[in-house]
């Protein structure tokens, strides 16, 4: 079973002019740690932005000299991961998506109430 740690920082929300009362933006930092059954262990920063305009969200991961590692987009019914070379993953949802692309279950981008 693989286990994750996650820590994160974000700005403060900015209001997306012209969408919905639910869209919102971040911009911030990541650091996750991975402790795989083989009790092997490694890490992973970088910087993320994710906008959300309530209707359909991009969310891009960045390596620490700032180059897009990945980008997940999503919408009600579909969520898809495009990485850097090029290979891109589609699932029914975000949950789904990240099992794929992680190989585990991780619940991600549950919208919480302000």
């Excluded at 009362?21 to 009790?39: K, Q």
């Excluded at 991961?61 to 180059?67: A, D, I, K, M, Q």
């Amino acid at each position: 079973m693989l286990a994750l740690t996650l820590a994160a920082c974000t700005t403060t929300p900015k209001p997306i002019e012209g969408a919905s009362p639910d869209a919102f933006s971040r911009i911030g930092r990541f650091a996750i740690t991975v402790n795989e059954e083989s009790g092997k262990q490694s890490a992973v920063q970088g910087g993320f932005s994710w906008a959300d305009d309530g209707r359909r969200y991009v969310l891009d991961l960045t390596n620490p000299l700032g180059s897009t590692e990945a980008r997940v987009e999503g919408q009600t019914g579909a969520a898809s991961l495009t990485k850097a070379d090029g290979t891109r993953l589609v699932a029914d949802n975000p949950d789904a998506l990240a099992e794929d692309a992680l190989g585990s279950s991780v619940p991600v981008l549950r919208r919480v109430s302000r």
